[in-house]
């Protein structure tokens, strides 16, 4: 009897000590940001695993300003969710802990999503990887094409196929249009549907250090031509020339023929627009080299954190086969270029193209992303706005140009 309970005792102790040496890690996502499948990965995890995480959900337009905030005062997240375009601030601050030799530790480190992985890495150190990937894709109403006596099954490979498939789609008449694009000052839009013209051709809008203003280029004034040749042939709405972003996604109404989306559209309209025939294809930069703007959230680990070997843990398991597959299920796109094709068996064979998409996206490496573009008087902005609907565009790239100029200047 006396052995029994020596042993019980022993066995009480064990579960005791690891009950107490089990952990939670507090994290924070911002809301819209695949927070679902972040959800699905979490609970699959904390039902497998003693540590456990705590998700905390942050309006996207609060959460920068909440995590800088609580970073100051001692109060933030382990770790958070943050759109990638932000991770360069916070590592050049300081605030982000160094993830360098985990990451590379990662069999499948070159595997995973690259964008994601440039704009986590500040002076040749990792601060961030990805963990929500988001991708823009161009898509085309196949029923508009076969009226229009288009192939529907044929998806348009350059920019005068596109032209000329809106001219034709614009003929049918009535409120059926060959093209469309939010270009009514909404920067963070046509960052994430235009730039990829460029790039695909080897420009980009700024150097690769985030330092200088590339905007005036062969390759951008093409790209600019080739969306004024739309607006001025008529296959573009009227309302574009104002669109803030509101009609991003007018695609879906079905009376429009083509637009580049983000790929979040595509489930969107799976589930929700049964009836609309659609197909999609990677952008075409202005010689035809497909792009793409990668979009989305790197996970990033507050600095000073005592729980960093446990978010490391969790990481392993999000990366994990078993992992990227209950994303993929709840409507992220796989991080890991290796075995995209694996985890979306099953899936509609579309999602796959935004998933391709992940190799040649890019997204602007700067520390002033909102200033420089997404904000609605940001340089850029009024530099769509000029350059697609005014008659002078020389003075659109003049000015865009300086003014890009001028604010990288002033933050060194």
């Not at 197909?279 to 729980?307: C, E």
């Amino acid at each position: 009897m006396h052995k029994r309970m020596l042993a019980a005792t022993a066995l009480l102790s064990m579960c005791l000590g690891s009950a107490a040496s089990a952990e939670t890690i507090s994290m924070w996502v911002r809301s819209g940001s695949g927070g679902g499948a972040f959800k699905a990965v979490i609970d699959a995890y904390n039902a497998a695993n003693t540590d456990k995480v705590e998700l905390t959900e942050i309006p996207n337009d609060q959460m920068v300003q909440k995590y800088g905030t609580a970073v100051a005062g001692g109060q933030a997240p382990d770790a958070i969710s943050l759109d990638l375009i932000y991770t360069p601030s916070f590592a050049s601050a300081g605030q982000l802990e160094d993830m360098t030799d985990f990451a590379k530790s990662l069999s499948y480190f070159n595997a995973l999503a690259p964008a994601h992985v440039k704009q986590g890495t500040y002076e040749g150190k990792v601060y961030g990887l990805p963990l929500l990937v988001e991708t823009s894709v161009f898509a085309w109403n196949k029923d508009l094409y076969k009226k229009a006596g288009l192939d529907p099954e044929k998806a348009p490979a350059s920019w005068q196929e596109i032209t000329a498939n809106a001219e034709k789609i614009r003929k049918l008449g009535g409120d059926d249009y060959g093209f469309y694009f939010s270009g009514g000052g909404c920067g963070g839009c046509m960052i994430f549907t235009f730039a990829p013209l460029v790039w695909g051709a080897g420009a980009d809008i700024l150097s690769d250090d985030g330092k200088t203003a590339a905007l005036d280029t062969p390759q951008m004034r093409q790209a600019v031509d080739a969306y004024r040749t739309l607006v001025k042939s008529g296959a573009v709405p009227a309302s574009a020339a104002t669109d803030n972003g509101v009609d991003f996604l007018k695609f879906l109404g079905g009376k429009i023929g083509q637009q580049s989306l983000g790929a979040f559209a595509i489930g969107t309209m799976i589930t929700q627009h049964p009836n609309l025939n659609f197909g999609v294809t990677l952008i075409p930069g202005v010689d035809g080299k497909p792009s793409s703007f990668a979009g989305g959230d790197n996970i990033v680990v507050t600095k000073g954190t005592p729980r960093v070997g446990q978010i490391q843990k969790f990481l392993e398991f999000v990366y994990s086969e078993e992992g990227q597959t209950i994303m993929a299920k709840n409507g992220s796109l796989p991080t890991r270029t290796d075995i995209a094709e694996k985890v979306l068996k099953g899936q509609d064979p579309r999602l796959l193209v935004a998933a391709d998409a992940i190799k040649v996206a890019k997204t602007p490496y700067t520390l002033q992303f909102n200033d420089l573009i997404n904000s609605p008087n940001s340089p850029w902005s009024q530099f769509i706005n000029a350059a697609m609907f005014s008659d002078d565009v020389d003075g659109a790239f003049a000015n865009g140009q300086a003014d890009m100029q001028s604010i990288l200047d002033s933050a060194q």
